[in-house]
């Protein structure tokens, strides 16, 4: 899914007169390619649902913070990208918050962020396939970089430049991991599309 025009200034998010409802209104718009992009990265849906609410919580944490000019989207993309590699690629024996329902000094007095299941109903339904399955597995072979930049693209359908944005380095980087990435799954998957080109004939 392509990024969004929409931008939200700082101007526009400080004087706001209920920054709650804001923030869920704009997450809205975003929470089910956030889930997918979560998915993709762990490979597990409960993972995923975990990753997704701890971003939006850390992302409402740093709401009044927001960079003028910056696309909401990308910012969140990026959060829930950040998150991903400090508890998994470091493999931190901590884990992740339970629920953003939870008290926190910072959300005294404010309702919680409500975030749907969205593992018992995806928008791509290949996830529950046999091919979903196989190109998850093979996403999760891929070195992290690779990984992170083929997801943006190939499944999130964003631009070279949106994913330099999220993962801040060049567009050159994100072409070549884009390619590297490209070729490493398609050898990982060869041997399943072969078998099944065979079978269907």
């Not at 975003?30 to 993709?40: G, I, S, T, V």
């Not at 470091?90 to 926190?104: A, M, Q, T, Y």
Request: net charge neutral.
């Amino acid at each position: 899914m392509a990024f969004t025009s929409s931008v939200q200034t700082l101007s526009q998010i400080k004087s706001s007169t209920n920054r709650m409802e804001l923030f869920e209104s704009l997450v809205k718009t975003y929470e089910k390619p956030l889930y997918q992009f979560a998915y993709r990265l762990c490979g597990n849906h409960h993972e995923a649902q975990d990753l997704l609410q701890e971003g939006l919580y850390r992302a409402y944490k740093s709401f009044a913070k927001f960079e003028v000019g910056t696309a909401f989207d990308r910012w969140l993309y990026q959060i829930i990208h950040n998150l991903y590699i400090d508890h998994y690629r470091k493999r931190k024996n901590r884990p992740l918050v339970s629920s953003i329902d939870e008290p926190h000094p910072y959300l005294e007095n404010e309702r919680p962020v409500e975030i749907p299941d969205w593992s018992f109903n995806p928008e791509d339904e290949a996830v529950r396939g046999e091919l979903g399955t196989q190109i998850q597995a093979g996403l999760k072979e891929l070195p992290m970089e690779y990984r992170s930049a083929v997801i943006l693209c190939d499944i999130q359908g964003l631009s070279y430049e949106e994913i330099a944005q999220i993962l801040r380095v060049s567009i050159g980087t994100v072409r070549s991991r884009i390619h590297r990435g490209r070729k490493i799954l398609r050898r990982i998957l060869l041997p399943y599309l072969h078998g099944a080109e065979v079978e269907s004939k």
